[in-house]
């Protein structure tokens, strides 16, 4: 039954080793220091030398040797009785030299040429009738200091290597100290102390007691009084250098062993507890008793993992039902079905596995309506892209040949338009980031056992892509369409932006102070009640004044002698005081014509007051807008702003005021020159110096018509030549810039609040209703059945390889179970 036992645990190392089990089974293991003689006493036991040697490291692998005491037939016709075999081939060694030459080829071919080590063991069982069964690991010799080409931390790898093997609870240590170096400075005895400290599972072995010196002997070791052991010390005397030089056969190496024993005055009375016979006796009750002790543990370590592996098992799958075409049907559609719900919740946000850490999911495409979204659109300025000649030109082209009156509508519409269409490129990125992340939650929904089948998996993703894909161009054009809707009609109607547009014009009409005529002094110019005194002379232009008072000239004094307009009741004097009191209002560069003589302030206003009494609805909307102190409180009204602004403050008509520059102005000569409205920048062009007139202004350079040359291709809309706006310019491009900005804050509100819904409905929302249906429409054929149920080739290795460490589990367990039973 004994023997049973030691089969039992080769026969379950021996399996565990290719399947890579995790049960440690009870072994010895041999440590000592380097050249302590640690091949010497294997060999002995074995009987046969088979093991390398030489200078240095030499046992550089674990090696895993099994002894298996094999009865000789009693009918044998062959004389072989000793062979080896090792687990890494399929082959019997009854030469012994070619044992020792494949070890070391082994050890090269996975440790390398040089001196250094490798944990993965070698497997040798040697099949003998000389030897007891036993289960030892030779593990490398303890170093200190790296020789030759070892690696510099050859003493670390080494012990951790040792400390590996040793360390387990299941682990007898064989600790070889040689008998001619002080025990306190074993190498062997201090790590099993290290992973042993009571000295339960070590065994103590002196070797070289023959090479002491004289007058000292390991009696007081070998007796347990220096160093107490549970197991105690043997001491053994091994074949010298020289023996093994002229090849002593190991036979007579065991008689001189015990003559040694047997005649040593020190050892005699303890020579029958010392040598190698008496070794591997011990060696084999010590394996024995160890396996019977730990048998209740080997099982219940069995029986965790056997349900491991079961369980490991369970989650690879069962093949049979894998091939069985009637129940293909339902596996795939199961597989469907936990794919479809898996991809609308993880939309939804009721996933199993949310993760804490990061935003997963839905969240991510609230993320991408709320942030990357809204902080894109917030950032579009509505004018950023336009300066105040393009809104001038857009001015002047929208009114054609005439004049405007008023900032035509038409300059709005083709200033907001491109505005509006800003907002698009930032709405079909939208569409964009969430089709990628609904593709991103696509591809992150998968299970344990979906992962089986990697073709099935890359066609439930394909599906869904694809309907993704399908879903994107219908969301885009809704997305465009969206734009173009707000572009298509636009809705100056808006409560929002009447409101906008009402304050925006108050803010932008208000006029400046030097521009201001007190409200109540324009009351009383035109309060007829009120007595006029006419000044002793007046001198004007044309021979005509107005009656003044003191109120008058302080009004004039405080609006500034720019604003006097002399009176004329001609046309063509009226069209030069318009274009005076233009030129008054504009920058300082325009000049008041020489000849004009000078006059007081109060004359100027006196001819003032004539001009505005002639046009007493105009006189009385600009007092209405003065917006002075003691006006009414419907003097802020809309209509007044507006009509105050479009007629201006100093005068009737859109001739007055800041609007000069389409009047004509008298020259210093008397004549009359239209206002400056572009500037040609095309540069002269001798294709254009053709017409009618060519010859005639060939011949007479003298003649007006010669200026008036053909136009170029590129006129700009400046007044002077530079892009200074004069004061109706600026007061209509600011306008319009505050219009385009209250009209495009409507429609980003509108276009923010409109695409997250419409990639919902359209995207979102639509997919997750239809993916289901797709991917039974597309991917339930029993034709595809078998390409989809196709493993992959990983997966179904490691499926063989868990069934089998399972069923040797099983065995292992039924076997123990069995040795339990006859032991009671």
């Given amino acids: 039954m004994d023997a049973d036992l030691i089969k039992l645990v080769n026969k379950l190392q021996d ?79 009854t030469d012994f030299n070619e044992i020792r030459r494949e070890i070391e080829q082994e050890t090269f071919r996975v440790a390398g040429q040089n001196k250094g080590i490798s944990k993965l063991p070698i497997h040798l069982r040697i099949y003998s009738p000389n030897v007891l069964d036993l289960t030892l690991v030779d593990l490398p010799g303890l170093t200190k200091i790296p020789v030759g080409d070892q690696p510099s931390d050859i003493e670390r790898q080494i012990r951790s290597l040792v400390l590996d093997y040793i360390s387990k609870p299941n682990c007898v240590i064989l600790a070889v100290s040689a008998a001619n170096v002080d025990l306190a400075n074993s190498e062997a005895l201090k790590l099993a102390r290290s992973v042993d400290p009571q000295g339960r599972r070590t065994i103590g072995v002196l070797t070289k007691l023959d090479l002491m010196d004289a007058g000292t002997n390991a009696l007081d070791i070998l007796t347990g009084r220096v160093y107490p052991l549970k197991l105690g010390f043997i001491g053994v005397v091994n ?28 050892y005699r009375n303890i020579a029958h507890k010392n040598g190698t016979k008496y070794l591997a006796k011990t060696l084999n009750q010590v394996l024995m008793g160890h396996i019977r002790d730990k048998l209740p543990d080997m099982k219940a370590r069995l029986n965790t993992l056997m349900g491991q592996a079961q369980q490991e098992l369970n989650s690879f799958g069962d093949a049979a039902i894998y091939g069985d075409k009637n129940q293909q049907g339902a596996l795939v559609l199961r597989l469907m ?13 009721t996933a199993v596995d949310i993760s804490t850490k990061e935003l997963s999911g839905g969240a991510r495409i609230y993320y991408i309506f709320n ?96 309907l993704l894909r399908e879903r994107l161009g219908p969301t885009t054009e809704y997305t465009q369409s969206l734009i173009d809707i707000q572009t298509a009609y636009i809705n100056t109607n808006h409560p929002a932006f009447i409101q906008g547009s009402a304050a925006a014009a108050h803010s932008m009409t208000s006029p400046q102070p030097r521009q201001v005529l007190p409200r109540h002094k324009s009351i009383e110019w035109h309060n007829p009640a009120r007595p006029r005194t006419q000044p002793s002379s007046v001198d004007s232009i044309n021979g005509v004044g107005s009656p003044t008072d003191d109120d008058d000239y302080s009004q004039d004094e405080s609006a500034g002698p720019a604003n006097g307009i002399p009176p004329n009741r001609s046309a063509p004097s009226a069209l030069t005081d318009r274009s005076r009191a233009g030129a008054a209002s504009a920058p300082p560069t325009t000049t008041t014509p020489s000849r004009l003589p000078s006059k007081p302030p109060h004359h100027q206003h006196h001819h003032q007051h004539h001009q505005q009494r002639d046009a007493p609805s105009s006189r009385n909307v600009s007092g209405a807008s003065a917006g002075a102190p003691g006006s009414s409180p419907h003097s802020g009204t809309a209509k007044e702003t507006f009509l105050n602004y479009f007629f201006g403050q100093n005068g009737p008509g859109p001739l007055s ?14 004549g009359i020159t239209g206002g400056v409205t572009g500037r040609d920048v095309s540069g002269a062009d001798p294709a254009l110096e053709t017409g009618l007139m060519a010859g005639r202004r060939g011949m007479d350079r003298g003649n007006a018509a010669f200026d008036m040359k053909s136009l170029g291709k590129h006129i700009e809309a400046a007044s002077d030549g530079s892009a200074q706006l004069t004061m109706r310019e600026e007061m209509e491009t600011n306008l319009i810039r505050s219009l385009i900005q209250s009209y495009f804050g409507i429609v980003r509100q509108t276009i923010q609040d409109l695409v997250p819904k419409a990639i919902m409905h359209l995207l979102v929302n639509n997919t997750s209703q239809q993916v289901q249906n797709r991917l039974v429409a597309s991917l339930y054929k029993p034709e595809l059945f078998g390409d989809l149920l196709n493993e992959d080739e990983t997966l179904v290795a490691e499926r063989t390889r868990v069934k089998a460490l399972l069923d040797a589990y099983r065995d292992a367990f039924k076997t123990l179970s069995e040795v339990t039973l006859k032991s009671t």
């Fill in 337 to 349: 079905t936990q794919f479809a719900r898996d991809f609308v919740a993880s939309i939804d946000g």
């Fill in 239 to 266: 074949r010298s250098q020289a023996d093994i030089n002229v090849d002593k056969p190991l036979s007579d190496a065991l008689d001189s062993e015990a003559e040694f024993f047997r005649t040593h005055p020190a």
């Fill in 15 to 93: 399996t565990f080793a290719n399947l890579g089990g995790e049960l440690d089974m009870p072994q010895l293991a041999v440590v000592g220091s380097q050249s302590a003689g640690k091949s010497s006493v294997l060999e002995t036991i074995v009987g046969r030398d088979f093991l390398p040697r030489g200078s240095g490291i030499v046992t550089r692998r674990p090696l895993v040797l099994q002894l298996i005491h094999t009865p000789v037939p009693e009918n044998s016709t062959t004389d072989i009785t000793e062979w080896g075999q090792f687990l890494h081939i399929d082959k019997r060694y």
């Fill in 657 to 670: 005021g800041p609007s000069a520059e389409r009047t004509s102005t008298v020259g210093a000569t008397g």
């Fill in 371 to 466: 942030d990357v979204f809204g902080t894109a659109l917030s950032s579009i300025d509505a004018t950023h892209n336009l300066d105040n000649q393009d809104i001038r030109t857009a001015i002047r082209n929208s009114t054609g040949p005439r004049p405007s009156l008023f900032v035509p509508e038409i300059a709005f519409d083709l200033l907001v338009k491109p505005q509006i269409k800003l907002l698009e490129a930032p709405s079909l990125r939208c569409v964009e980031l969430v089709y990628e992340e609904l593709v991103k939650i696509c591809h992150n929904c998968t299970s344990a056992e979906l992962q089986r089948f990697p073709r099935l998996h890359a066609q439930l993703v394909e599906t869904v892509s694809e």
